[in-house]
Structure formats: structure tokens, C-alpha cells
């Protein structure tokens, strides 16, 4: 059992890079073409595994696991990470889930991660009545907010997804599609000085398609193709559902 656990947050983990502080890039490389998609690229990833089923929890409920969401190349303007050598980049989370009355669930995240620190959450509220009955369709409207710190710069992003899913216990696909909102604050530039303190806001798209496994009763492990703005990426957790 604890072997099969370590395969797994193997896995999880792999899907989130080891670059040395890609972030850190921003100081060297942010000038005013590319902080834009730099911002864009980041609100992707803040916006990402944010669910993994359309099934509100039930008062209740709990639910707490890892999470990680990438992008598989940055934007081509976003000129920060790429000039960095980054081919590939995301984030780790820790997420903890509570369901509320009234088909309502609130969810915490956080991470501290390559000079980053994050603090997020939100609300889910399903739109359909619960059931486990086998491939009985369910809805729910997911939305997110996140305030990030970093050395060089500051950011928020807020987002909204709707999501679907169907599914016997074993396994739940899921689909979703939605927004992010991402506002970024520079706070040193050495490429261009003129852009400190500067603000850049985006929205952009987010389209999502996984898959929920549940191997055991309570434990379960997730794996999602992404469309970030255009640019490909996957998101992956695992955690413990009661």
C-alpha cells in the first residue's frame, strides 16, 4: 500500500519541472513585450487544477491532496522564461476541501514554491442535485482567487470555470471550460528600469478534459489535458475524498 502511494506522488509530482528558480528570470529578462504574456503564462498555471469532477463534496465532506498544473512551452513573446531556458513550467499545490450546505464547497490552496509564495481558494456550488448513480451527470460552477509575492514582482489572479462530469466510482471523466483573470505588478526590472512598478492585467481562456480514478474508497488520483490560452498543458493530483 505505502509502495503503490509513492508510485503515485511520483507521478504527481513529475508532472510539475525542477527548473532552478524559473521564476527568477523576471528581474533579468522583463521588458515591455514580454511581461505581458509573462502574465498571461502565470495565470494559466495559478488557474489550473483547481477540480478534478463535477460532483459537489456534501456537507460535510472533506477532501485533501496534491495538485500540480504546467504548461508544456511558455507563450512565444513571453521572452522572460524563454530567454531563461525554460521549455517546460508549472506549480505544486497543497489542497485542502470542505463541503458546505446548500450544494456550496470551499477549498484552500497554497505553496511555497522557486522564491514564490501563494496563497489561494474559492468556491464550487453544484448545479445539479447529488447522486452516485452511475453516469448521472453533474455540474458545478468552480471559482478562484490567488495573491502571489515574489522578489520581483506581484500578482492576483481570479477565475471561473463550469464543469461536467459522469462517471461510475472507479473512474469520472470530466470537462471543463472557463476564464482567468490575472493582474501583475513588476517590482524590478535590470532590463528596462522604466517598467518598475508597472501593471499588467489579462483574461484569458482555460479549457479542460481528465479523468478522476478512484482505485481505492476514499483515495483517489487524477490526470487532465489543459488548453491554456492557447498553449497546451496537463494537471495532475491526487488525495483522500470522504
Given at each position: 500500500?505505502?509502495?503503490?502511494?509513492?508510485?503515485?506522488?511520483?507521478?504527481?509530482?513529475?508532472?510539475?519541472?525542477?527548473?532552478?528558480?524559473?521564476?527568477?528570470?523576471?528581474?533579468?529578462?522583463?521588458?515591455?513585450?514580454?511581461?505581458?504574456?509573462?502574465?498571461?503564462?502565470?495565470?494559466?498555471?495559478?488557474?489550473?487544477?483547481?477540480?478534478?469532477?463535477?460532483?459537489?463534496?456534501?456537507?460535510?465532506?472533506?477532501?485533501?491532496?496534491?495538485?500540480?498544473?504546467?504548461?508544456?512551452?511558455?507563450?512565444?513573446?513571453?521572452?522572460?522564461?524563454?530567454?531563461?531556458?525554460?521549455?517546460?513550467?508549472?506549480?505544486?499545490?497543497?489542497?485542502?476541501?470542505?463541503?458546505?450546505?446548500?450544494?456550496?464547497?470551499g477549498f484552500i490552496?497554497?505553496?511555497?514554491?522557486?522564491?514564490?509564495?501563494?496563497?489561494?481558494?474559492?468556491?464550487?456550488?453544484?448545479?445539479?442535485?447529488?447522486?452516485?448513480?452511475?453516469?448521472?451527470?453533474?455540474?458545478?460552477?468552480?471559482?478562484?482567487?490567488?495573491?502571489?509575492?515574489?522578489?520581483?514582482?506581484?500578482?492576483?489572479?481570479?477565475?471561473?470555470?463550469?464543469?461536467?462530469?459522469?462517471?461510475?466510482?472507479?473512474?469520472?471523466?470530466?470537462?471543463?471550460?472557463?476564464?482567468?483573470?490575472?493582474?501583475?505588478?513588476?517590482?524590478?526590472?535590470?532590463?528596462d528600469p522604466n517598467?518598475?512598478?508597472?501593471?499588467?492585467?489579462?483574461?484569458?481562456?482555460?479549457?479542460?478534459?481528465?479523468?478522476?480514478?478512484?482505485?481505492?474508497?476514499?483515495?483517489?488520483?487524477?490526470?487532465?489535458?489543459?488548453?491554456?490560452?492557447?498553449?497546451?498543458?496537463?494537471?495532475?493530483?491526487?488525495?483522500?475524498?470522504?
Amino acid at each position: 500500500m505505502l509502495k503503490r502511494l509513492f508510485l503515485l506522488f511520483a507521478l504527481v509530482s513529475s508532472t510539475v519541472p525542477a527548473f532552478a528558480d524559473q521564476y527568477g528570470a523576471f528581474e533579468q529578462y522583463a521588458d515591455g513585450s514580454s511581461i505581458k504574456p509573462f502574465t498571461r503564462d502565470l495565470g494559466g498555471v495559478l488557474g489550473s487544477a483547481t477540480f478534478h469532477s463535477a460532483r459537489s463534496l456534501g456537507f460535510s465532506g472533506f477532501d485533501i491532496g496534491l495538485r500540480g498544473g504546467m504548461q508544456f512551452s511558455p507563450d512565444r513573446d513571453n521572452l522572460i522564461l524563454r530567454n531563461r531556458g525554460v521549455k517546460v513550467f508549472g506549480l505544486p499545490w497543497m489542497q485542502a476541501e470542505i463541503g458546505l450546505p446548500f450544494k456550496f464547497d470551499g477549498f484552500i490552496r497554497g505553496i511555497s514554491y522557486q522564491g514564490l509564495t501563494i496563497a489561494g481558494g474559492g468556491l464550487r456550488y453544484g448545479l445539479r442535485k447529488l447522486s452516485d448513480t452511475p453516469w448521472s451527470p453533474q455540474m458545478l460552477f468552480s471559482a478562484v482567487g490567488h495573491s502571489v509575492v515574489h522578489q520581483h514582482f506581484s500578482a492576483s489572479q481570479a477565475g471561473g470555470s463550469l464543469v461536467v462530469s459522469a462517471g461510475i466510482p472507479v473512474f469520472t471523466p470530466y470537462a471543463g471550460g472557463g476564464f482567468d483573470r490575472t493582474r501583475l505588478v513588476v517590482r524590478s526590472s535590470t532590463l528596462d528600469p522604466n517598467f518598475n512598478g508597472s501593471v499588467v492585467t489579462t483574461i484569458q481562456s482555460r479549457y479542460t478534459a481528465g479523468m478522476q480514478f478512484r482505485p481505492w474508497t476514499f483515495f483517489y488520483i487524477h490526470l487532465a489535458y489543459v488548453l491554456l490560452h492557447g498553449q497546451s498543458g496537463s494537471e495532475a493530483g491526487m488525495g483522500l475524498r470522504f
